[in-house]
């Protein structure tokens, strides 16, 4: 059974930084691409960033540049360190994750868009909260 928890979520002010975790089990298969959403309230899930076993990653134009995505293989984790946040970056942020030919990566970075739909496996959510 595949099961993901996040962690590390809190309050933070414009200009800080946080860093958000996922550890993942029951994954049995080499290829699989864990990634990061967000929804704020009112709005869509939207899909910030991925990266797929191989190292390969993916940013929205909203965090690039901000937001670094890492896998820990031996840990069995994700991490999303988010630096410079904006209070616009408030939301909750889940983990997804699937087993998914390399193709499902390429086609995320050649369209620039992450569909949740794409991604079977979710975590419960962790809650970034940026404020002055």
Known sequence: QVQLMESGGGS??????????????????????????RQAPGKEREGVAAIYTDGDTYYADSVKGRFT????????????QMNNLKPEDSAVYYCAADTVPKAFMTAIQ???????????????????TVSS
Not at 69 to 80: E, G, Q, R, W
């Open 12 to 37: 933070v002010e414009p200009g800080g930084s946080l860093r958000i975790s996922c550890v993942t089990s029951g994954f049995l298969y080499s290829g699989n691409c864990m990634g990061w959403f």
């Open 69 to 80: 995505i890492s896998l820990d293989n031996a840990k069995n984790t994700v991490y999303l």
């Open 110 to 128: 050649s369209s620039g868009v992450m569909t949740a739909s794409d991604f079977t496996y979710w975590g419960q959510g962790t809650q970034v």
